[in-house]
């Protein structure tokens, strides 16, 4: 799948999510791209910033945390376009969950990990 129409996947898949799992995102950007930066397949996304939970004051100036969805991993373990999905769903759920807190061993209890 080409990158124009893998973005346009994710952008769906996004807009699929549940308003209230959108609805506290503030100044988070999210990326795709071809690979992480170490070139390998296992990771499929990754968030970039302090969790909500974690965070002293916020407020004016800060850089937006980000959420990256790599393509070229995602793909790599899929064999069609409806797997694809569910995993972009799933990995936009990760990332988000991230940003509000939630550890990977929570997410592992939960069934997201």
């Known amino acids: 799948m080409d990158a124009d129409t893998f973005e346009e996947l994710v ?6 999510l549940p308003d209230d799992m959108l609805s506290g995102l503030d100044n988070v950007a999210i ?3 071809d690979l992480p930066e170490d070139g390998s397949l296992s990771l499929l996304g990754l968030y970039h910033g302090i969790a909500l939970t974690d965070r002293g004051q916020y407020g004016f100036g800060e850089l937006p945390d980000t959420i990256s969805i790599y393509r070229l991993p995602l793909l790599s373990i899929v064999d069609n376009e409806e797997q694809l999905r569910d995993q ?3 990995t936009l759920v990760h990332e988000i969950a991230h940003f509000y807190g939630i550890d990977d061993a929570e997410l592992h209890r939960l069934g997201w990990a």
């Open 11 to 16: 952008s769906d898949e996004f807009d699929r």
């Open 31 to 33: 990326f795709i791209e």
């Open 88 to 90: 972009v769903h799933i």
